[in-house]
Each structure stands twice: as structure tokens, then as C-alpha cells.
């Protein structure tokens, strides 16, 4: 499985000491892990919104990025 370089992605950050230097949203200590094992277990957009307290833009914005960074050919 391709890995996603989530340091080219301007709506994250990875800060030592925070959140243990997960990948989360900008500004926030929300993992951005967080957001894809709900999916995956089922919620809603809308759900992980209200459950979580981060916005549309802030989903797209990684399922974007996450879907380029997929599509783009493997480098070996």
C-alpha cells in the first residue's frame, strides 16, 4: 500500500510533542487518522464534523490530497 507524504499537504501539521507528532489538522491536535478510520467505520462527513468539530473544508481538503497523492505514479 502507497503511503501518503502528508508533509507536502498545507492543511496538516506534525509538531514533536504534540499529539505525539501525529499528522493533525493545522491549528488543532485532531489526528487526521482520526477522520479515516471513521469513515471507514462507517460515519458520515457530516458526522465526523459534529463529532469531531472540524470543518468540510478541512475533510476535503485531506481526502483531496490523500486521492492525488494515490493516483501519482510510484517512484522506486
Known amino acids: 500500500m ?13 509538531v514533536p510533542g504534540k499529539v505525539s507528532g501525529a499528522w493533525v489538522f493545522k491549528d488543532t491536535r485532531m489526528p487526521v487518522a482520526t477522520v479515516f478510520e471513521n469513515l471507514e467505520a462507517g460515519l458520515t462527513i457530516e458526522e465526523v464534523m459534529e ?4 470543518t468540510r473544508e478541512q475533510i476535503n481538503a485531506v481526502l483531496r490530497f490523500a486521492a492525488t497523492s494515490l493516483d ?5
Open 72 to 76: 501519482a505514479p510510484a517512484v522506486d
Open 2 to 14: 502507497a503511503l501518503v507524504d502528508w508533509s507536502q499537504c498545507p492543511a496538516v501539521e506534525s
Open 51 to 54: 463529532e469531531f468539530a472540524i
